[in-house]
């Protein structure tokens, strides 16, 4: 579950305070794959007998499995930021 301050971050908005897609999405693109790069490749090695199978694979996830995730989770924060923004802003919520 998401707080209210991750919610209410403005570190990415527009002058209005509108949050920002792009950057959302990005950060949340990054983030999935070094998730995924260091939550596959550690296990992996420890399980696999050589760390180049288990770096190989991670790096697979990681790129094919990343940005997948990230875009989903992206959209899913930066639809969470525009309620709370809308709440806020009634005003200034028209859709263009």
């Keep these: 579950m998401v707080t209210s301050s991750v919610a209410d971050s403005t570190l990415d908005a527009d002058v209005s305070g509108r949050p920002d897609m792009r950057a959302t999405i990005v950060r949340s693109i990054i983030t999935t794959f070094f998730v995924m790069l260091i939550g596959v490749s550690i296990p992996l090695a420890l399980f696999m007998e050589s760390w180049v199978g288990g770096i190989s694979v ?3 996830t990681a790129m094919f499995g990343g940005p ?3 875009l989903m989770a992206g959209m899913a924060l930066y639809n969470l930021h525009m309620e709370k923004w809308e709440a806020k802003h009634p005003e200034l919520a028209g859709h263009h």
């Design 58 to 60: 991670a790096l697979f």
């Design 68 to 70: 997948g995730f990230g």
